[in-house]
């Protein structure tokens, strides 16, 4: 039987409940992963009208941290992104933070993703503003990731950008490719200076205001220059891969980042005693085993999840949903692409849908007969009472 993360959680949780608390977004999650698709939830009870066979289905969680939940999520959100997309190469673009800030993020989460994703965002749109590279208002969304493959703090985000802007007037709009082609769109070492800057003034101004503090190296200011001074020493990463070029490749590509979880069931492959092993990607493509303490594991996972409310998807420019029927309607016409059919789209999802339920509706297990619902069963509050104890602490 495959390893899944939920057993994980039930198997090595009490150790590490007995040293370590949680903070609510942390206990949500974790309750949820463990009652995903079990009697916790509830669920109705299929019988095949051709076999006779029976089975319950189980409800999900929908956590957005749940490996289980994500799939249907990303196709959801793949299919109302379909309007949206122009046709222009994109750029995907990945602005990463030096680990000499996990401390700070360990303790302060909120401030240093939502400063992450504003710095990203404010940098690319002064490129694309400046007339030397576009001259515009740019189309990219980015997606906030916080993991290694083996679970450590990495805090990166992944944007994806048109290769182009609208700029003009209202009157007088014309979309700008950019100036030296279409397979190139800003210089990465520019792009760090000004991503570096743009982090450090934010920095400095919320130590300034007090605003940060469980600042970790506050009680001892030597550190905290050493700190500084290590931040502004070293170009900060941000890396650029070849541009995609066509509007499905684009989507394809985007939707493998947006919900994707810290780990999937499917990476796990056994616990080995007091021990997790999962796979993690090597150079080429290859994978290779790695074995974490079970305690550890947990308490790795539990530092990816995002506080509460925290969106880690997001749209600018002329995505941005302040403007973002006008200004794609606008960019689609300068683009000589046609204005997406309500009636096409709308009929797609019900595509969609029906393509589901007639997966899900047939039995497996004869190949001819259909589920036909029979009974249901409320959550079961006791299952979610032997969940272990969740020793809560308020928000980061």
Known sequence: ????????????????????????????????????RTPALGGQ??????????????????????????????????????????????CHLVFTLPHELNALAAVHPRWVYET??????????????????????????????????????????????????????AEAQRWVVPTRGAGFLFPVQALSRVFRGKFLAALAQATSAAALPREPLAADPGKLLQRDAA?????????????????????????????????????????????????????????????????????RLLQHVLPPGFKRIRHYGVLASCAKCQRLAAARALLGMPQPNPAACEDACAFMRRIAAAEIGRCEHCGKGRWVLVGERAADRSALARVPPLVCRGPP
């Open 231 to 299: 931040l502004r020493r070293h170009n900060w990463v941000v890396y650029a891969k070849t541009p995609l070029a066509g509007p499905a490749d684009v989507l394809d590509y985007l939707s493998r980042y947006t919900h994707r979880t810290a780990i999937g069931n499917e990476r796990l492959v056994a616990i080995d005693g007091e021990r997790v092993q999962l796979r993690v990607r090597k150079e080429a493509g290859k994978r290779r085993t790695v074995s974490i303490p079970g305690e550890e594991f947990v308490a």
């Open 1 to 36: 039987m495959a390893t899944t993360l939920a057993e994980v959680l039930r198997r090595f949780g009490p150790q590490y409940l007995r040293t370590h608390g949680l903070s609510t977004a942390q206990a949500k999650a974790w309750r949820a992963i463990v009652s995903c």
């Open 116 to 169: 992450l994703m504003h710095c990203t965002a404010a940098t690319l749109a002064e490129f694309a503003a400046n007339p030397r590279w576009l001259g515009g208002c740019g189309a990219f969304t980015l997606v906030l990731h916080t993991w290694t493959q083996d679970l450590r703090r990495h805090l990166h985000v992944h944007a994806l950008m048109a290769c182009g802007a609208l700029c003009g007037s």
């Open 45 to 90: 009870l299929l019988q095949c009208d051709g076999c006779g066979r029976q089975q319950w289905r189980w409800h999900s969680c929908r956590n957005r941290h749940c490996p289980q939940c994500q799939a249907q999520a990303r196709d959801a959100w793949r299919q109302a992104r379909l309007r949206e997309l122009l046709d222009v190469p994109y």
